[in-house]
């Protein structure tokens, strides 16, 4: 197992994406520290996985370095931080207004930069850090209806490369994966959930994507054996955009 002895926070972690993850991380030997503003989901999955659970809201500062400290309280340190939460919009540009705007904003983008700050710290300390972003082709394809969201995570992509430049030298490495239309519980309940079939059509593999399809990768990134890649963006989409 890769992960074997190290532990891994894992925000968004009660569904979804998260959720694929957390399990995986698990399957692969880490202990799992699953992060939520559903905090009755988080305690399901921690329970599902002899984890510890933390309600928390990934946008507040407050609660970015509870996070931390509750884990480090548990485990002793922190090996990997996996940053899946997020909301996932579907406006037209025209109905945006600047408090939708900053509603996406703070957690999309902001919480990535709260919850990367709160973990370097001990990282740093350990001279040993994994830190995976979710970020989203959409920002790559220009997906429609969604202006904050592609803004935000085209941020996650540039707060990842300044995390791969500020903390390698400390045995941090900092990257993002960048999946395409998901089968989750969030996405099949917003009009996205239309758009599976079109985006097939575009896809080198010809099937819809599942939570489990994006885990293994994090799997990678998040193990000793990614060790030399950092500042980096793997799309993981079925070849829907052949960048």
């Not at 996406?104 to 902001?110: K, P």
């Not at 085209?154 to 900092?174: D, H, M, P, Q």
């Not at 309940?189 to 239309?194: D, R, Y």
Request: net charge negative; proline share 4%; aromatic share 6%.
């Amino acid at each position: 197992m890769r992960l074997e002895g190290r532990v891994a926070i894992v925000t968004g972690a009660a569904q979804g994406i998260g959720r694929a993850i957390a399990n995986k991380l698990h399957e692969e030997g880490a202990s799992i520290a699953a992060v939520d503003l559903n905090g009755e989901g988080a305690g399901k999955v921690a329970s599902e996985l002899d984890g510890l659970a933390i309600h928390a809201d990934i946008s507040s500062e407050g609660d970015a370095n509870r996070m931390a400290r509750e884990t480090l309280d548990r485990y002793g340190k922190i090996d990997v931080l996996v940053n899946a939460a997020a909301i996932v919009p579907f406006v037209s540009w025209d109905e945006v207004n600047f408090a939708y705007w900053r509603k996406i904003i703070s957690v999309d983008l902001d919480g990535a930069y709260l919850v990367s700050r709160a973990v370097e710290r001990p990282m740093r300390g350990a001279g040993y850090g994994r830190i995976v972003q979710i970020a989203s082709n959409a920002f790559l394809a220009g997906t429609p209806n969604m202006g904050p969201y592609l803004a935000a995570k085209g941020g996650v992509v540039g707060l990842t490369r300044a995390l791969a430049t500020e903390l390698g030298k400390y045995g941090i490495t900092a990257n993002a994966v960048a999946p395409g239309i998901t089968r989750t519980e969030g996405v099949l309940g917003t009009p996205h959930a239309e758009a599976f079939d079109f985006v097939q059509s575009l896809q080198a593999i010809p099937r819809h994507a599942l939570p489990e399809d994006i885990a293994p990768v994090v799997a990678f990134l998040a193990s000793e054996e990614s060790g030399w890649i950092t500042g980096q963006v793997v799309v993981a989409d079925a070849g829907h955009v052949r960048d």
